[in-house]
């Protein structure tokens, strides 16, 4: 069972999401927060796997709770998904290097939820459906410089080369396809990339992949 935090300071906001998510056989709501510092002591509290936290709230903002979330130890397990109204929202690229592992636009279409909470607990999340390369490629322009990229040392060719295709936004699948191997080899190269590059998830590979210089600005045609 999937088990959901809802953090968004309108009602009728959470109200659907509850009302979606709860009819689901596979996923339930584990509670419900109106502003940062709530969801916090929730989080604590009820450990859920997903926490789908809106970026403006009252007390607390949701980048704060989600940069303490992610910066936990102990909550090392809690995904957290930013929820915004605009695709492009400006707080979305901080929120990726926050920790967050994606966002959802909140008129996503039902199904496209569902998948993406689903797909964030297995590991295979970046963005919601819906939002286009057009985003990474906007992450990347304001990404900071490359930083020193002793750390991809560490990684095979192989490694690498699934790290870059990662990076421009590609799904297991695709990398399969662009590689000529199966889907669970694709999926298991990544899943080794990040354990050797401690990253929390897909979202943070991406970030890495920016920040060493192994992707750049502009490789999205």
Known sequence: ????????????????????????????????????????????????????????????????????????????????????????????????????????????????LLRAVRAVVAGDALLSPGVTRRLIAEFAARSKEPAAADALARLTDREREVMALVGIGLSNEEIARRLVVSPLTAKTHVSRTMVKLGARDRAQLVVLAYESGLVRPGWLG
Do not use: C, H, N
Not at 53 to 67: E, N
């Open 1 to 112: 069972m999937i088990r959901v935090l809802l953090a968004d300071d309108q009602s009728l906001v959470r109200a659907g999401f509850r009302a979606l998510l709860d009819a689901q056989p596979d996923i339930e709501v584990a509670g419900e927060a109106a502003d940062g510092e709530e969801a916090l002591r929730l989080v604590a509290e009820r450990r859920p796997d997903v926490v789908l936290m809106d970026i403006r709230m009252p007390r607390l903002d949701g980048l704060a709770a989600t940069r303490r979330i992610t910066r936990d130890p102990g909550l090392e397990d809690v995904k957290v998904v930013m929820l915004t109204t605009f695709e492009l929202d400006e707080y979305v690229f901080e929120a990726i290097r926050s920790g967050a592992s994606g966002f959802l636009v909140k008129d996503t279409e039902p199904d496209e």
